[in-house]
């Protein structure tokens, strides 16, 4: 997998590793950096493209829409009751 272009605009989430502070960039900033400031604890955090690859993974993972199929199968089932 590579780093996809498509989320070059969208906010994409992911924590510092030293301090779990959330941090919230576009992935385009995360595409091209290597490391930053983490400012929940201000340490210096070196950032691979594997850690990137997993993040990008996360994100489309997590914020695919629901198909109407999936939905249904998370419905209950109808109740059916004899006289």
Same mark, same amino acid.
């Given at each position: 997998?590579h780093?996809?272009? $498509?989320?070059? %605009?969208? =906010? @994409?989430?992911? /924590?510092?590793? /030293?301090?779990s502070? =959330?941090?919230? *960039? *576009? #992935?385009?900033?995360?595409r091209?950096?290597?490391? &930053?400031?983490? %400012? #929940?604890? #201000?340490? *210096?955090?070196r950032? #691979?493209?594997? $850690?990137?690859?997993?993040? &990008?993974?996360?994100?489309?993972? %997590?914020?695919?829409? @629901? +198909? =109407? !199929?999936? !939905?249904?199968?998370? *419905? ?6 004899? +006289?």
């Amino acid at each position: 997998m590579h780093l996809s272009l $498509e989320l070059n %605009d969208t =906010p @994409v989430a992911f /924590i510092c590793p /030293i301090c779990s502070h =959330p941090i919230v *960039k *576009k #992935g385009s900033w995360l595409r091209t950096i290597g490391s &930053f400031k983490c %400012d #929940g604890c #201000g340490a *210096k955090v070196r950032i #691979g493209y594997e $850690e990137k690859l997993a993040i &990008f993974e996360r994100h489309l993972r %997590d914020n695919q829409p @629901v +198909s =109407p !199929q999936r !939905q249904s199968v998370n *419905k209950p089932k109808r109740l059916i009751r004899w +006289s």
